[in-house]
């Protein structure tokens, strides 16, 4: 590979990494969003040590918010290597939170997948049991209840959902940066090996 195509194809994998950076930053703050109104909408009133659904809850929602945080600083890391691409410590730095991101995402499918069908087998019993009702469709309102419970069992599956869909999105995107960086340090071992060449000419 001569220098100079090495150049064009290390700016190629920066702007895209420049993208790709834009994207993970965008859909870790709104899974992050998601997250906290789930939280702060539901299931602060829920949560209970003696419930084990509702501690599930708690943990898979947890869980995607500290995955949507390491999706962020991914995504802010990715940024700064596209423009500033000299450091070797970056580019680990990214390879690192890359892994890191689409390993947390990916662990927390499956939490919110076992939470959306929890909720669809009880027919929003925990999500509903401030309210001491039994049924989130056939029940009407109650004074002493947190929240509207007519709205809280579909509000709260379609955060669920919308959290499913931007993890997926994570994964993918995380995945991607991963492979950028991985290129990245293999096209800068490449640029270090043609240097040597040509200052040790055989």
């Known amino acids: ?3 100079p195509m090495a150049g064009a194809s290390v700016g190629h994998h920066q702007r895209v990494l420049m993208k790709t950076g834009l994207i993970l930053l965008i859909v870790g703050h709104l899974n ?3 997250g906290a109104l ?19 809850y708690a943990i898979s929602n947890t869980a995607s918010a500290i995955s949507a945080l390491l999706t962020i600083s991914c995504g802010l890391a990715a940024l700064m290597l596209s423009r500033y691409f000299a450091p070797a ?3 680990w730095a990214v390879l690192a939170l890359s892994a890191s ?4 995402s990916l662990s927390c499918l499956p939490g919110l997948a076992v939470a959306i069908g929890l909720t669809l087998g ?3 019993r925990v999500l509903l049991a401030p309210c001491a009702l039994a ?6 309102l109650a004074r002493q209840c947190p929240f509207d419970p007519t709205r809280v069992y579909s509000s709260t599956l379609s955060l669920w959902f919308i959290s499913l869909m931007l993890g997926s999105l994570e994964i993918v995107f995380s995945i991607r940066c991963l492979l950028l960086t991985i290129e990245l340090l293999r096209l800068n071992c490449c640029c270090h090996r043609v240097r040597r060449q040509k200052v040790n000419p055989l």
Do not use: C, E, N, Y
Request: hydrophobic residues 50%; proline residues 2%.
């Open 1 to 3: 590979m001569s220098l």
């Open 122 to 124: 009880s027919r929003g």
């Open 89 to 91: 410590a970056l580019k």
């Open 32 to 34: 992050f969003i998601t």
């Open 135 to 140: 049924d989130a469709a056939l029940t009407p």
């Open 101 to 104: 991101s689409s390993l947390g």
């Open 38 to 56: 789930v939280h702060g909408i539901v299931l602060r009133f829920v949560v209970s040590l003696r419930d084990a659904i509702s501690l599930q």
